[in-house]
Nanobody
């Protein structure tokens, strides 16, 4: 099982980006998914979460600007990032709880990270 994050880049303040995170492999079900980010010199922080049923939660610092969504048929999660600020600059990581075929256990997987840089 792998998580592949993509969509990062360099954007000016006020601009937009859309991140994607695709899960692949021997997957029975993808359950809770989340985006985290880690800025230079700081700890990794939770940005947003989404359940398999589509319930979402956001960090206060991103509410109203970032929107998490998912396409269960594609095992893919998205993060639409609008009105970006320089303080959003970080490596963004995706995370998912996945149940594989032939097991009842769920495991946590991480994507490799994608860099988002917002210039002022």
């Amino acid at each position: 099982v792998q998580l592949q994050a993509s969509g990062g880049g360099l954007v000016q303040a006020g601009g937009s980006l859309r991140l994607s995170c695709a899960a692949s492999g021997s997957i029975f079900s993808v359950n809770d998914m989340a985006w985290y980010r880690q800025a230079p010199g700081k700890q990794r922080e939770l940005v947003a979460t989404i359940t398999s049923g589509g319930n979402t939660n956001y960090a206060e610092s991103v509410k109203g600007r970032l929107t998490i969504s998912r396409d269960n048929a594609k095992n893919t999660m998205y993060l639409q990032m609008n009105s970006l600020k320089p303080e959003d600059t970080a490596v963004y990581y995706c995370n998912a709880r996945i149940r594989r075929f032939q097991t009842s256990a769920q495991y946590t997987y991480w994507g490799q990270g994608t860099q988002v840089t917002v210039s002022s």
